[in-house]
């Protein structure tokens, strides 16, 4: 059993972004809509290395998703937990973050960890540890 | 000329709610999602003394705001800036949220001030002194 019950399970799995939410140099919170995906109780993240997001969570080491529906009364879900930069065997879970963005049914061959790493691209993964506050969910 | 460009403002005017991102006491980033109005350069937020994200911006000052739409490419804007939990002269500000809450045509007649601290309603304001990231807006 894990972190994330079902109904919330289900509720990421037909919502695929949501706000990252990361602490920055100054102490104050950061946001930005990304794409997710889900896999147990960790959250997928492709970004690049670069981005101050990803700076964010080597440096502190925490992050957030904060999810919600689109349609009045607005179900919500936020999921928090320890966070990591990965670059290394990040091929399949970066084609599972892809397959939310471009909405394809299976996701596509996944790419070398060289490759990946050509274009800066690097794997943000939340450790979910906490869920809550959840809204407007059965 | 404010901080909030117009093609912002409009984005916001239609999605009546958002991420809000505060910091707790431990320095990890917390997220929940609210409704929220926007005046001029501020953005308002109706909620309870006793919240955790009332007392994070008590004690750090500072909040952000993330929105998304509903419908891809999903547009978004992040909004942040120094921030503060009113309990005076509020109750116009207030309805102009419940006026977002409802989507009424009008905001409800004010309350009084006595009569939302009875029921430790308050305030929470950002000044917005930050845009962005902000995708996919026109």
């Given at each position: 059993?894990g972190?994330i019950?079902?109904n ?10 949501g ?6 140099r100054?102490?104050r919170?950061r946001?930005?809509?990304?794409y ?10 492709s970004?690049?290395?670069k981005?101050?997001k990803?700076r964010?969570?080597e440096?502190t080491?925490?992050?957030s ?7 009045r009364?607005?179900p919500?879900a ?20 892809i397959?939310?963005?471009t ?5 596509p061959?996944?790419?070398?960890d ?9 794997l943000?993964?939340i450790?979910?540890e906490r ?7 059965d």
């Amino acid at each position: 059993m894990g972190v994330i019950p079902d109904n919330v399970a289900g509720f990421l799995e037909g919502n695929p972004i949501g706000s990252l939410g990361t602490v920055a140099r100054d102490g104050r919170p950061r946001q930005s809509i990304v794409y997710f995906a889900r896999v147990g109780d960790r959250i997928l993240i492709s970004t690049e290395g670069k981005r101050l997001k990803a700076r964010d969570v080597e440096r502190t080491g925490w992050a957030s998703l904060c999810v919600h529906g689109r349609e009045r009364p607005f179900p919500s879900a936020t999921l928090a937990g320890p966070a990591r930069i990965r670059t290394r065997e990040i091929g399949a879970d970066n084609a599972l973050v892809i397959q939310r963005i471009t909405g394809a049914d299976e996701p596509p061959e996944p790419l070398a960890d060289e490759a990946l790493a050509a274009v800066d691209r690097v794997l943000l993964e939340i450790d979910v540890e906490r869920v809550g506050p959840v809204t407007y969910l059965d």
